[in-house]
């Protein structure tokens, strides 16, 4: 059974600040997504990556993806409130089509 | 381009009551699935459907929940009879599931269920 972990599970933070989430899984995987959601909102889709070594970045958020050691990370820099959200990473594994939510990070930036 | 359409938004119901929500995919989507997100956790796949049949109905617990995708458009998820646990949102999301559209899935707004 596939395993998606992130932690922190609750991050807070000061604007201007820079931290990383991070995401593991347990098996071999050829898509890993970022999702934003907001409170009492849908998933707003943030970056798709596909393969080892892929890194995207949108804005304050770069996020990148080391399959070998089943590993993505979303960084973000000099954080602002309007960050402020709850973000998911989530797994497609080999061979399958259907996405595994790990748990989410909250994310609250404060002035 | 049109969004996944998912109603009602909101629904209040007595346990043991049954209640269904509908959600209509993007134009062309073949791929539809149904995922539950309880307050404070991921969502979790209840079922996905690649045109009108059923691809992976491993965790809908079958006994109280069923799900329908008739002509391979639009879906319904029914549960009956509801219990407190079934208290979430209900997302619906489709997908063309290829390299030109990027991979990506398209999520709905959710129906937000809460049984009393």
């Known amino acids: 059974e596939l395993k998606v972990e992130q932690n922190p599970l609750f991050l807070s933070m000061q604007e201007g600040k820079n931290y990383t989430i991070y995401c593991n899984y347990s098996t071999t995987s050829d898509r890993l997504y970022w999702y934003r959601q907001d409170p009492g909102k849908s998933l707003e889709s943030l970056f798709v990556?596909?393969?080892?070594?892929a890194v995207k970045q949108e804005g304050r958020l770069m996020a990148s993806l080391d399959t070998k050691a089943r590993l993505s990370t979303l960084h973000i820099t000099a954080a602002v409130h309007d960050l402020s959200a709850t973000y998911f990473c989530?797994?497609?594994?080999?061979?399958?089509?259907?996405?595994?939510f790990g748990k989410g990070t909250m994310l609250l930036v404060s002035p | 381009e049109a969004g996944v359409a998912q109603s009602p938004r909101y629904k209040i119901i007595e346990k043991r009551q049954s209640v269904a929500f509908w959600c209509n995919p993007i134009?062309?989507?073949?791929?539809l699935y149904w995922y539950q997100q309880i307050l404070g956790q991921g969502p979790k796949l209840l079922i996905q459907f690649q045109n009108n049949g059923v691809v992976d109905d491993s965790q809908l617990p079958k006994d109280r929940f069923s799900a329908e995708r008739l002509k391979g458009v639009d879906s319904t998820l029914k549960i009956q009879p509801a219990k407190l646990e079934d208290s979430a949102v209900y997302l619906c999301?489709?997908?063309?599931?290829?390299?030109?559209?990027?991979?990506?899935?398209?999520f709905g707004s959710g129906t937000r269920l809460t049984v009393v």
């Open positions: 990556l596909l393969s080892n070594g």
């Open positions: 999301a489709s997908s063309l599931g290829s390299y030109l559209s990027g991979y990506g899935y398209t």
């Open positions: 989530a797994v497609v594994p080999s061979g399958y089509s259907t996405l595994t």
């Open positions: 134009s062309g989507h073949a791929t």
